[in-house]
């Protein structure tokens, strides 16, 4: 009797892996960026892969698919993306999924009254070309004032709150489709929900210190992550990294930088403008670097944490002059 009680104990959960396996071998989370990708990993963490279409370096104002990524996202079993005013790339692709297999971050209904206003001061609204023929091709009938760039700042995975209501998205949505899983996902939003509080802690405990002094960023991508820890940021260069700023901008930035007394202006890995070097000569602002997509961290269920404790500590080792 008792021998068969254990066989049995054995054989259901080879069974129920056995099952698991014979899921299509293609099948994968797809996340746009990198930093959405990190969310989804601590998720699906041993359950299925995750893979993030946008490639170190690449710029998420400004990418174009390539073929094998229209195909690794049809064969998605989810796509998980902040949503057509940030990645207009996927807006065609994304509408040609089933809903249970499309996730769209500014979509989730807590996430909407945590959206900030973005800041219309300079080209970017006028090169929205791009994502009108992908919203027109989408078949949607929009007014013009519509797809106006920049009523809200799309930067969400920069805000520990919103990354959070994310996760939870994403763990209903691979609930609904792998409920086999359950134990597995529970488990892993629980660590990561906890994780991510603690990181909050620590974080918050780092930047207390340097929480009035000002400085500058290279674009405008850090406002959830500024205001979420009071920080006192000064303005930016531009809205779109692509668009460098032009002379008029820099000469306003450059009597900033000086009237008020800033301590960084901060760079990005992927772009370190001559501007940055030529506004703060002469001056004694240190120059920083912020990096909004987490080009070196690979992906595993701990990487969205180190991608907000890293950038505590690029802010802080430049603002504190250490
Ligand atoms: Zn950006």
């Not at 396996?21 to 990708?37: E, R």
């Not at 998980?80 to 769209?104: D, H, I």
């Amino acid at each position: 009797m008792l021998h068969i009680k254990k066989r049995l104990a054995f054989t259901l959960p080879a069974a129920a892996m056995a099952a698991s396996f014979a899921l299509p071998a293609s099948a994968a989370v797809v996340a746009s960026i990198k930093p959405i990708g990190f969310i989804a990993a601590a998720i699906a963490d041993g359950v299925t892969p995750v893979e993030v279409l946008l490639p170190d370096g690449a710029s998420e104002h400004d990418y174009a698919l390539r073929p094998s990524d229209v195909k690794r996202i049809k064969n998605a079993d989810l796509v998980v993306w902040v949503g057509p005013e940030m990645e207009a790339f996927l807006t065609k692709s994304a509408a040609q999924l089933p809903a249970n297999k499309n996730l769209e971050i500014a979509d989730i209904a807590g996430v909407k009254p945590l959206l900030i206003r973005g800041i219309d001061d300079d080209e970017h609204e006028h090169d929205a070309e791009l994502s009108k023929e992908s919203v027109k091709s989408g078949q949607q009938d929009v007014s013009d004032e519509h797809h106006h760039h920049g009523e809200f700042n799309m930067h969400l995975w920069m805000s520990p709150e919103i990354a959070r209501q994310s996760a939870v998205a994403i763990h209903g949505k691979l609930l609904e489709l792998m409920p086999q899983s359950k134990a597995k996902l529970d488990a892993n939003l629980h660590q990561f929900e906890a994780e991510l509080a603690d990181t909050d802690k620590h974080i918050g405990a780092q930047l207390a210190p340097v929480r009035n002094k000002g400085y500058f960023v290279f674009h405008d991508a850090y406002s959830y992550f500024e205001k979420h820890y009071g920080l006192s940021p000064l303005g930016h260069f531009t809205v779109n990294p692509e668009i460098q700023p032009g002379a008029q901008r820099l000469n306003q930035i450059r009597t900033q930088l000086v009237e008020q007394k800033a301590t960084c202006v901060f760079a990005e890995p992927q772009f370190r403008p001559a501007v940055i070097d030529a506004v703060s000569r002469g001056t004694n602002v240190r120059k920083g670097t912020l990096d909004p997509l987490g080009m070196g961290i690979s992906l595993t269920k701990d990487s969205y944490v180190k991608f907000l404790s890293q950038l505590s500590s690029q802010y802080a080792s430049c603002l504190n002059g250490a």
